[in-house]
């Protein structure tokens, strides 16, 4: 039998997305799941030495559409150090800080629902036109419910100058839910509560 008339496929098919179960908590968290002694989080710290920079704390909950705080909600975090510089190959600026991964893992409590990230005040960065984005966070949630993960961003309050001349908050149609993506400051840290359905919705980008 000729394959002469066959073409090889050269790609792998995307795999069916579905919700985020128990296995995500094993495999991302295993001490969350009551996993110990395998290896630590990944993503757990994220100061790893004398990082540079104000040091901050993040912390919040993940709300559902009835108000009720998600307890079982993993979160990832990605941001530039405090000079505004990315840990990753493709930055091309200069040599980020050492100390800082700037990358973090971390599931809501069991208990509360609540998260908390021990990082720096991040810098600011360039936008591809050469136009600095406010300082900011990136931020990635998987819960149950959720088919793909969501992505929004963390600003913070005290940047209010920079948050007006951010090239991405400008793009946002309905200024009135610009303020779901700004944390509020709070002793040693900011605030930042995230709310997956309902009238205080947070803006989630399509990424």
Excluded at 4 to 12: D, H, S, V, W
Excluded at 58 to 65: A, L, N, P, W
Aim: proline share 7%; aromatic share 10%.
């Amino acid at each position: 039998m000729s394959h002469a008339n066959y073409q090889a496929l050269t790609y792998l098919k995307e795999s069916p997305s579905q919700t985020a179960g128990p296995y995500v908590h094993i495999g991302c968290v295993p001490t969350f799941a009551g996993i110990e002694g395998l290896y630590p989080d990944p993503g757990q710290e994220m100061i790893t030495g004398d990082a540079q920079g104000t040091r901050i704390r993040i912390e919040g909950q993940v709300f559902d559409g009835t108000g009720t705080p998600i307890r079982d909600a993993m979160l990832e975090i990605w941001q530039a150090d405090a000079a505004g510089l990315h840990n990753s190959p493709s930055e091309t600026r200069g040599e980020a800080d050492p100390h800082f991964t700037g990358w973090g893992r971390q599931p809501t409590d069991g208990e509360t629902g609540t998260f908390r990230f021990d990082t720096v005040k991040p810098g600011a960065v360039p936008w591809p036109d050469g136009r600095m984005q406010a300082p900011h966070i990136s931020v990635w949630i998987v819960a149950r419910g959720i088919n793909l993960g969501l992505h929004t961003r963390i600003y913070f309050e005290d940047e209010a100058e920079a948050n007006a001349a951010d090239p991405l908050l400008a793009r946002i149609e309905h200024r009135n839910r610009v303020p779901t993506l700004i944390a509020g400051k709070i002793d040693g840290g900011y605030r930042f509560d995230i709310h997956l359905q309902g009238d205080r919705e947070t803006v989630f980008f399509d990424i």
